[in-house]
């Protein structure tokens, strides 16, 4: 056919050759897929996990990270979202319905609390809060569904006893949920852990932190070893058009190749923080999982064999110093940047008033406003550093 200028652009006579061997996986970008014919159209299985008929279920490029992230993290079935909080919502949304209730740790990212918040609020179901750091305080009845453990746990990184809290959810047949994105499947196998061979359920992970790597860019997954369970979250996945780009898939997948190179630098650069910190006079607190001072210490070694601990230690200041001093102190760090987030190349702060995030009494938290550091990719000494210069340019307190 002899075709107009237009035309001839959209359907150009040469492609590019489809199986030459690259260091990476070839990118494909896809809304259409385009069926060879209208056998392969009436033949195909929406129900499929490798169903190639529209770009919301997925294509090689997608599918190729889901498979990675779910060998990485011990699992066998992985859905990606387009954050990691969609992925959360996905979870929730899929077991969670009117009337049930769901236990979640204290701990827990606030996001995460919001959700189900919102979730009781509007759908009737019962959202209960329990203490990671102690079974007895998860009391399920017959109507619990679902419970979300964080190992460690958001901002005050306490370690949970995940044996005793795993166990009594296995025991009364509730769903285990573990946001694993602290241990991003290297500091633990959430599918396989402790001296009995543990399992969660299903993992969720922001691959927005360590499997991104950048700084700049959002993802989550959702992996399960159970097909059963891995059908419904797919059949969800699928009817709420969660969905995420071939680009943003082939960046990811890209960065996993540093990713446990750049998890244990960072994790080192977290110790050598955390030893340095825990000297200084300012701070009533230093908590960071694999400090034997830390609460859930105990159960961090129990799990995480390896003595992983990932990139994050947070420090509560003496109660003497004011949001404003705190502040003060935030504004003169120079390399560590003020935003949300971790896991990246670039060193990041935050500031939290602890009184406002905690819904239980806690005893193993001294009163003061806690600030988090998020390790990047720089030398710690020079991280040291500047803290050290930060700290100088702090307001003495009056003490008496
Ligand atoms: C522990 C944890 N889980 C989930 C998320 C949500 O990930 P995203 O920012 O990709 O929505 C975050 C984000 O900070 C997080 O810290």
Not at 8 to 33: E, G, M, N, W
Not at 317 to 328: C, G, L, N, S, V
Request: with cysteine; aromatic share 8%.
């Amino acid at each position: 056919m002899n075709k107009k200028p237009q035309t001839a652009l959209i359907h150009a006579p040469r492609k590019a050759p489809q199986y030459i061997s690259t260091v990476q996986p070839p990118l494909f970008r896809a809304s259409t897929i385009i069926f060879n014919n209208t056998d392969a159209l009436f033949n195909r299985s929406w129900g499929d996990d490798y169903d190639y008929s529209y770009g919301t279920h997925g294509t090689p490029t997608t599918f190729t990270l889901g498979d990675n992230i779910a060998q990485i993290e011990g699992g066998a079935y992985c859905l990606l979202a387009p954050s990691g909080l969609s992925a959360i919502n996905l979870v929730n949304c899929c077991f969670l319905a009117q009337g049930d209730e769901v236990w979640v740790a204290d701990n827990i990212y606030g996001p995460n609390m919001e959700h189900l918040r919102n979730l009781q609020a509007r759908c009737g179901i019962e959202v209960k809060v329990y203490n990671p750091l102690d079974a007895e305080t998860f009391q399920p009845t017959e109507k619990a569904k679902l419970i979300w453990l964080e190992a460690a746990g958001s901002v005050t990184l306490e370690f949970p006893d995940l044996t005793g809290l795993v166990k009594k959810a296995k025991a009364h047949s509730i769903l285990t949920a573990l946001d694993n994105t602290w241990g991003a499947g290297l500091a633990f196998n959430a599918f396989d852990f402790g001296a009995e061979h543990l399992s969660v359920d299903m993992t969720v992970h922001a691959l927005t932190k360590y499997p991104s790597g950048g700084g700049d860019m959002l993802m989550g997954s959702v992996v399960t070893r159970d097909k059963s369970l891995h059908r419904q979250l797919f059949r969800m996945h699928a009817i709420q058009g969660i969905s995420i780009s071939g680009d943003d898939a082939a960046q990811v997948q890209r960065s996993l190749a540093s990713m446990q190179l750049r998890y244990e630098h960072q994790s080192q650069s977290a110790l050598s923080l955390m030893n340095w910190l825990k000297q200084q006079p300012e701070f009533a607190q230093v908590l960071h999982p694999a400090d034997p001072e830390s609460a859930g210490h105990a159960y961090w070694k129990e799990v995480c064999r390896d003595g992983h601990s990932a990139g994050l230690v947070s420090v509560i200041f003496k109660p003497e110093y004011a949001m404003q001093d705190i502040r003060a102190f935030c504004d003169a760090l120079s390399l560590f940047k003020l935003g949300f987030s971790w896991g990246g190349p670039l060193s990041l702060v935050m500031l939290y008033d602890l009184k406002t995030m905690r819904a239980l009494q806690h005893t193993h938290l001294q009163q003061g406003l806690l600030v988090r550091f998020c390790i990047g990719l720089e030398h710690p000494q020079d991280l040291i550093q500047d803290i050290e210069n930060a700290l100088k340019q702090l307001k003495r307190p009056q003490i008496e």
